[in-house]
């Protein structure tokens, strides 16, 4: 993942690589609705962050704390929906229900889906997992040590 804080009063960046093994996604904090696909997601994810009042940030060029904007990009895109919940100190699985797009863009990258792994705990440690991966034109589940035809639907 590539970072880039800019100072926003003297125009200095500082790109910095950030090693990652996983894309933790957010639900937007306002206007969150059912309907969120992956695409809208990574959309709210790669938004320019702005730091300011308490979180300025010291600018080396304007010797003093600065509000900055952050510029996140990725490299290689894994996705995984989790979040951190502060007062547990674990990672706690989404409930919710998402749309997976069958082709992503990500910066100038186009993706197209071809395999997606669910987490069916309710848990980041436990549970069960199964895949659904395309080959060529079809959808096939893999559920330990069956093989099924699906559908894109149960994508959803």
Known sequence: MLIVPRCLVCGTKSDRVDLFRELQLSFPNTNYSENQTVQSMLVYYFKPEKLAEDNQCYCEICSQLTVREHITKIMAPPLKLFRYDPSSHQSIKMQHSICLDEQLIIDSWINQLYAVVIPCGSSVDSGHYFTISKDKNDWYQ???????????????
């Open 142 to 156: 893999f559920n330990d040590g069956s093989v099924s035809r699906t559908s894109s639907e149960k994508l959803s």
